[in-house]
């Protein structure tokens, strides 16, 4: 800092229109107190590309690049963009606050290293959370397009890293956004806060038409995830944007007026799992994401294990007695499991893109927590195979349960067929008997009604010994 303030006082003669810059390199630099060395040499390597002139700061000397004054014979063209000007200023602006809309909730965390190596997680402000990802932003910026350092410099640098502490470990924020539905007008100008790609914005604008995705950009990651509703009974799907970014993760959800108390619960539970002992791998973002997946694969599981030990009471059950088994509580379970392997399905495809898009974006680097991902995706590969044996457990309990209903049926037709059977022969003679014929020697023979009525209940009695002998009512 204060070779920062030296440089920036060695530039007093400058003109006018450079004054501007100097104070908001002043009100950037100022903002973090405590910064570590490494930081101290990208914003002394950055400023000093600017005072190659003589120590003259010119308005128009880009602040990334190659030119130099000895390049350009002592002398700089202004460039025909305005934004290059002052890219720092201009492209990134001070973060002055994060202004919530009515209804919304925004909670901020830094996670920090601790004395025996546990992450802790402390309350911090959505306005530290995303300078620091601003910071760490620009620093990279730095670090890629810096000018080369004169000659003998870079010798004494080495030899200051050499004989310094160890460099510290810098803190990484997680900032948790919940809002009521609203228009997209409306999210979109409070996400512009967020300093994201203008595609980002286009996207998490509208909730409504959210499915799982994965989009990795140069320095943030967008992840559509899917996770159960914090309401079991609930048919909406529900989803969470992930974004990830060098030093910060945010989350962003849309709830129902209903729902928000409950998603407080929701939020809690996450809190605290990740607030316990080596949940979170490394405190970094990548860290923190791996954490918040591995809660809500975790969520997915039990929700899974306690399927299945339903699954297996009414299969005991309907052994037991299958009179009484109530079929509509086997429709309500597979309706719950449905929602529950689509979730088992989307997150599993979720992560193994993640995963396989590390190279892709400077949000993402598991290089220090592989061991933390392989337990994620053997997780998440895990729930999608066990809800399959599930499912595939309550289908051939429908299908019991409909081969023993077409059984009774069968059987009752069964009855009915012998029943027909039995009667046919009767019904026959008593139609021959009912005709109107003047001479029918059956009709004055005496005691001919006691003697039709012995034939016919004789004659059932032997057509149903013969349905008895040939199996027919076993």
């Not at 700089?76 to 002055?96: C, K, V, W």
């Not at 996450?270 to 970094?284: A, D, F, G, T």
Request: with cysteine; net charge negative; hydrophobic share 35%.
């Amino acid at each position: 800092g204060v070779v920062e303030e030296q440089n920036l006082d060695s530039s007093s003669s400058t003109s006018s229109s450079s004054s501007g810059d100097k104070e908001d390199n002043q009100r950037d630099t100022s903002f973090q107190t405590n910064v570590s060395y490494g930081e101290m040499q990208d914003q002394v390597s950055e400023l000093s590309s600017l005072v190659r002139n003589g120590g003259r700061i010119s308005p128009f000397v880009p602040i990334y690049g190659s030119s130099s004054a000895e390049e350009n014979n002592g002398s700089f063209d202004a460039p025909t963009n305005p934004r290059q000007m002052h890219e720092r200023t201009i492209s990134d602006e001070s973060i002055l606050t994060v202004a919530e809309l009515p209804g919304m909730t925004i909670r901020a965390h830094s996670i920090q290293l601790g004395q025996r190596g546990n992450c802790t997680i402390r309350h911090s402000t959505a306005k530290v959370a995303l300078r620091s990802a601003q910071l760490e932003r620009r620093g990279f910026r730095s670090r890629q397009q810096r000018v080369p350092p004169l000659p003998n410099k870079p010798q004494q640098i080495e030899e200051g890293v050499s004989t310094a502490v160890a460099l510290p470990v810098k803190d990484c924020y997680w900032v948790d956004i919940e809002t009521l539905p609203r228009s997209s007008e409306e999210l979109y100008e409070f996400l512009k806060q967020l300093r994201l790609p203008k595609f980002f914005l286009g996207v998490l604008c509208e909730p409504n038409n959210w499915t799982s995705e994965v989009v990795a950009l140069k320095f943030v990651t967008l992840a559509m995830f899917q996770i159960l509703p914090n309401n079991p009974e609930s048919d909406e799907i529900t989803y969470v944007a992930l974004l990830s970014m060098p030093r910060l993760l945010v989350t962003f959800s849309t709830c129902t007026v209903d729902e928000l108390a409950s998603f407080e619960g929701l939020y809690q539970l996450v809190s605290q799992y990740m607030r316990q002992k080596e949940r979170i791998s490394e405190p970094s973002n990548t860290g923190l994401l791996l954490s918040w997946l591995q809660f809500h694969v975790q969520r997915t599981s039990r929700a899974i294990r306690e399927l299945r030990v339903k699954t297996l009471q009414m299969d005991q059950s309907l052994d037991r007695d299958f009179a009484n088994f109530d079929f509509e509580e086997l429709v309500e379970v597979k309706n719950c499991l449905l929602r529950v392997v689509s979730v088992a399905e989307e997150q599993h495809g979720t992560i193994e893109v993640l995963a396989g898009a590390e190279g892709s974006s400077e949000g993402l680097d598991f290089a220090n927590c592989q061991g933390a991902l392989s337990v994620l995706r053997a997780s998440a590969a895990s729930n999608e195979r066990l809800s399959s044996r599930v499912d595939k457990h309550v289908n051939e309990l429908r299908e019991r349960i409909m081969a023993h209903r077409e059984q009774t049926l069968n059987q009752r037709l069964a009855l009915l067929t012998i029943l027909s059977a039995i009667f046919m022969p009767l019904t026959l003679l008593s139609g021959i008997w009912g005709m109107n014929f003047e001479e029918m020697p059956e009709l004055s023979m005496q005691g001919a009604y006691q003697k039709a009525l012995l034939g016919m209940f004789l004659l059932s009695l032997c057509m149903l010994y013969s349905f008895h002998r040939a199996g027919w009512t076993n």
